[in-house]
């Protein structure tokens, strides 16, 4: 797009406006704030509102996202979807971004895409849709911009890839509010994911949801939790699947079992230390090893953040695993579903995700899952072809392979049942509830209600995030590590004792309806309660 001049260049009426905004940021009164706010509105454009807003500063832009009128989905005709990310490469988010652009061509709808940042594959764009690159920097100037893009391109409705990744995503949908046009949210990794990273993300979110139409997570407990914090309009949805999913439809797969013979084991995805826990799979090779267990381990992922197969080796090395554990570099396509049919077994030690495609991929080409506990993902729900262990436990990961390779009826069932999962996966009707998404009308049945029984469970996974960062930090204080901002085991500020102590306030009305219908659950009530009073600065 050809760049813009600054709003305030243009319209020097905006500064007017952004001391008024200024004038009702210094009101103490909440209730008085909305009321002024609302005369604003009446006064002035709403396009003019959100311009001055980004002039003013972050207050000005949450005073506007907490306390303005929420746009709700279904109130125009959609004709046009927005999908925007940072940028379109063949990442996870961008593969959701892509695939979804296709469901949406299919159903009929114009589709344009919109890349915040450079560096974007543009060969990745499905044919029909339009692609725009963006290059507004700062606020004010990326809502401008973003308002030009919804007026010239006639935007109904917009699904942001981005507001789990970045702080700026309220002011693209205040600026697509002004006009009238909705915003969808779509969260990629679970709600504790701001917890664990110990970023003061989850307040932020909080705060300026109310500047989206619909958020979308990807787990019925993801949806409970928004909803615990105030945001009722959160709902699920699955993650489209991968051509390799897809693809594998075609085929008459059958896993012989590895009974008498080496049992071969894969891992694929990037090698994220934080999240996906790479080095735990070495752990399980050292354990498999002291279980005299006749496997080999290939690793399978492109380096993150410096990360990357040849440091992962070198670990490899020095563990003296190198004749046990291969470290290779990224796959793709064929070379990827030849080295998961030359395996047995797909092993995982993940610590968070949000949906773990991955899981579905190896099942679908009739692999059995072992892996690390992560109860809230949709794939592992009524899933029988997953065996999962407690976190962080290579032990029990490494006998749960060793039984299974040794088992040849446990093997075929589970490899069966892996089968069918992926199967099931393919039944989905994503088209259909991508268009009952934008136009409002989305299911009930993905928009659940919180019970006292999701609230101990998020309480319990809550817990586990935060004290897994205090025994890094204790670890590191008797080293006399000097922490850096940021760092994994630097100090967790009050945000972390602020969102645990809100789940426990916010679940406490929905304890005592489930209480008064169902007296059955005062001692799970009762439990849970102690739990906080034991654990938590409440």
């Not at 009128?69 to 004709?79: A, D, F, S, Y």
């Not at 069918?420 to 209600?449: D, H, I």
Request: hydrophobic share 45%.
């Amino acid at each position: 797009m050809p760049p813009l001049s600054s709003p305030a260049a243009q319209d020097p009426r905006l500064a007017v406006i952004a001391d008024e905004i200024l004038s009702v940021l210094g009101d103490p009164d909440t209730s008085s704030q909305a009321e002024r706010l609302g005369r604003l509105e009446a006064q002035y454009p709403a396009a003019d509102l959100v311009l001055a807003a980004t002039q003013q500063g972050a207050d000005a832009v949450s005073l506007l996202a907490r306390l303005g009128t929420r746009v709700p989905l279904g109130e125009r005709e959609v004709r046009t979807v927005l999908l925007t990310t940072k940028t379109v490469t063949t990442g996870g988010v961008s593969m959701v971004l892509l695939s979804q652009a296709r469901y949406l061509i299919e159903a009929g709808y114009r589709v344009v895409i919109a890349a915040r940042g450079e560096g974007s594959d543009q060969h990745a764009i499905p044919a029909g849709a339009t692609f725009l690159q963006l290059g507004a920097a700062n606020s004010s100037d990326k809502a401008a911009e973003w308002i030009q893009v919804c007026r010239e391109h006639a935007i109904d409705v917009i699904i942001d890839h981005q507001i789990l990744y970045t702080r700026d995503w309220p002011v693209y949908a205040l600026a697509a509010r002004a006009l009238g046009v909705p915003t969808i949210g779509w969260i990629h990794n679970f709600a504790g994911r701001p917890v664990y990273d110990l970023s003061g993300l989850t307040s932020f979110l909080t705060n300026h949801m109310n500047a989206l139409a619909q958020v979308v997570t990807l787990s019925s407990l993801d949806a409970v939790y928004w909803k615990l914090r105030g945001v009722k309009h959160a709902a699920y949805l699955p993650n489209p699947i991968s051509p390799m999913i897809l693809d594998s439809a075609t085929e008459e797969i059958s896993k012989p079992a590895p009974h008498g013979r080496r049992v071969e084991l894969i891992w694929w995805g990037r090698l994220d230390e934080h999240t996906k826990q790479v080095r735990q799979l070495l752990a399980v090779g050292t354990e498999l090893k002291k279980l005299d267990v006749d496997f080999r381990l290939k690793l399978i992922g492109p380096e993150w953040r410096g990360f990357t197969p040849a440091r992962l080796n070198v670990e490899v090395r020095k563990k003296g695993l190198e004749d046990l554990i291969e470290v290779v570099g990224p796959l793709h396509g064929q070379d990827l579903i030849d080295a998961a049919d030359a395996a047995d077994i797909f092993v995982s030690t993940s610590v968070i995700e949000g949906y773990q495609l991955t899981l579905l991929e190896a099942q679908a080409r009739g692999l059995p899952v072992v892996m690390y506990d992560l109860p809230w993902l949709l794939p592992v729900q009524d899933n029988a072809g997953i065996v999962s262990v407690p976190q962080s436990d290579p032990v029990a990961l490494a006998r749960e392979v060793k039984a299974i390779s040794e088992d040849p009826q446990r093997y075929q069932l589970l490899s069966s049942a892996s089968l069918e999962a992926a199967e099931q996966a393919r039944k989905f009707s994503f088209s259909t509830v991508y268009q009952q998404l934008v136009t409002g009308n989305l299911p009930a049945e993905f928009s659940p209600e919180p019970t006292l029984t999701d609230a101990k469970e998020l309480v319990d996974l809550l817990l586990f995030y935060v004290e897994r960062h205090s025994g890094k930090r204790t670890r590191a204080a008797k080293r006399g590590v000097e922490q850096k901002p940021g760092d994994s085991a630097a100090p967790a500020p009050s945000f972390a004792r602020r969102a645990i102590r809100s789940v426990a306030r916010r679940v406490r009305p929905y304890g005592h309806l489930a209480l008064s219908v169902a007296p059955g659950l005062k001692p799970l009530a009762h439990r849970v309660n102690y739990a906080l009073k034991r654990r938590l600065p409440l």
